[in-house]
């Protein structure tokens, strides 16, 4: 009965992985050409609406593939976090200076802040969609969402409200920073306009888009303070999980630390210092963005619609509020403070 009970984990852990492989195949593929190509729509969010289109053919093949699904959402998700660290070195966030440092954690800090009051204490949203929309307009966009989502536990259709309403705000602001730019309206400079975009927008995608819009300072400005949202990601990772293991007035969770943001951040030191064959460091970024592909897929393979419904629109109240905070507030820092 043993063996019989490992092959049949074998087959669904196989049977999974092939099914979130084959989306994230798909899904690259499809960023490289026509409508996704060029609205710079990364293969990231294609997989988890891809897996929320076939979430009904998951259902009924549940049994077949659960066991690969879950490893698709826990480990590999973590496999591609920890790997994620190779697009950062410290001499890029350093190029900054400390003003670039500074706004950058005071943007992490006020938008998580807010967003999380906003979201619980306001609209009576969900604590964990709350915290993984706060996160999500803070740091790094879906990255960020996945990374929250391991380290606090929540249910999968939470991740996939908050990626869905990230992806909105993030091409609404992927259009309309390098519009409002041309119509003059922002009295920035093009440096200014690389640290406004890499302070407020959501997506290293979106960045990328409305940084190359503009100019290739800007686009190189706003990627690197990109970063340091990004890097951000790993005392985020280990503060929330406690904060929620002490919260008041609900049932306590236990104490769960995400190692892997240690990993993350021991792998950003390591390419810091330590010089990597320009190929290598390229197959460890694209088995990283695999990862990530294949557990977006696997959780939007797990969507449950009625719950969506339920939540979606207090989630899209939240993510325009927090949309509005970092566009004018990301204004206000940039215009004083670079």
């Known amino acids: 009965m043993r063996i019989l009970a490992t092959l049949q984990n074998l087959k669904s852990l196989i ?15 499809l960023a490289q050409s026509g409508f996704f190509s060029r609205f710079h729509i990364p293969a990231l969010i294609i997989g988890i609406i891809l897996g929320v289109i076939l979430s009904p053919l998951y259902a009924k093949v ?3 593939s659960q066991k690969g699904i879950d490893f698709s959402a826990k480990k590999l998700l973590r496999l591609g976090i920890i790997l994620y660290g190779f697009h950062i070195t410290l001499e890029h966030i350093f190029s900054v200076g400390l003003s670039g440092i500074v706004l950058g954690i005071v943007v992490v800090s006020v938008v998580l802040l807010s967003g999380y009051i906003i979201g619980v204490k306001c609209l009576r949203l969900d604590k964990d969609i709350a915290i993984l929309i706060s996160g999500g307009s803070a740091i790094c966009g879906a ?10 536990r929540s249910q999968p259709y939470k991740g996939v409200i908050a990626v869905g309403v990230i992806v909105i705000f993030g091409l609404l602001g992927m259009f309309l920073y390098p519009a409002v730019y041309a119509l003059g309206v922002i009295p920035l400079n093009h440096t200014q306009e690389g640290y406004y975009i ?3 927008l959501h997506e290293l995608a979106n960045v990328v888009g409305a940084g190359g819009a503009i100019s290739q300072e800007t686009q190189e400005v706003a990627l690197i303070v990109k970063m340091i949202r990004v890097l951000l ?35 950003v030191v390591f390419h810091s210092f330590v010089p990597l064959d320009e ?21 939007g393979l797990q969507i449950d619609f009625k719950k969506f419904a339920e939540s979606g629109g207090r989630a899209f109240t939240l993510g325009l509020i927090l949309f ?3 566009y004018a507030g990301g204004f206000l820092l940039v215009k004083f403070f670079v």
């Open 198 to 200: 890499g302070l407020s």
């Open 62 to 64: 549940k049994s077949l």
């Open 233 to 267: 990601l790993v005392p985020v990772l280990l503060l929330v999980p406690y904060m929620f293991s002490v919260s008041k007035g609900e049932h306590k969770r236990n104490l769960h630390i995400p190692y892997f943001a240690l990993w993350f951040l021991g792998v």
């Open 143 to 152: 990255a960020a969402i996945l990374a929250l989502e391991s380290s606090i």
């Open 279 to 299: 190929f290598i460091v390229k197959a460890l970024r694209f088995i990283s963005e695999v990862c990530l592909i294949m557990a977006m897929s696997a959780i």
């Open 324 to 326: 509005v905070i970092l």
């Open 15 to 29: 049977f999974g992985l092939v099914f979130t492989g084959v989306i994230s195949v798909l899904s690259l593929f």
